[in-house]
């Protein structure tokens, strides 16, 4: 009997837990995430640039805030709009303790960058 009632109590709670435990899309290919060439390329500079301060799938950042649905919020961390145009602004010229880009990206790479962050 006590089995039976600690099963029905515990079970639920195991399926709430390992419905959080969804897959890690960082870990997956190009091609499981679904990214075309230009979007795989962004990906590329991402993990070479940015990964180290902001994790890409997360609203939990590194150094820096997360970047998971970016584009999907009215505004940045920073309170500026969440658009192209600022989040070029913000990777070009930098913003508190993130450093300028500046010119180190050429306007294709900006623009696969910015690709990219659109599919987080």
């Known amino acids: ?15 709430v837990l ?11 290919t190009d091609a499981q995430l679904g990214l ?5 390329a962004g990906r590329r500079i991402y ?5 180290g301060c902001h994790k890409a799938y997360s609203s939990r950042g590194l150094q820096g805030p997360g970047l998971k649905h970016l584009f999907r919020k009215k505004y940045m961390p920073s ?11 913000t990777i070009v010229n930098g913003r508190g303790m993130m450093p300028a880009a500046g ?6 790479e900006l623009r696969d960058l910015l690709a990219y962050l659109h599919t987080l």
């Open 1 to 15: 009997m006590k089995r039976r009632i600690l099963t029905s109590l515990c079970l639920p709670l195991l399926l």
């Open 18 to 28: 390992a419905a959080g435990c969804g897959r890690d899309p960082s870990t997956e």
């Open 36 to 40: 075309n060439a230009q979007q795989a």
């Open 47 to 51: 993990n070479l640039r940015c990964a």
């Open 79 to 89: 309170g500026l709009p969440a658009n192209d145009r600022f989040v070029e602004r």
């Open 103 to 108: 010119y180190t990206l050429s306007d294709e």
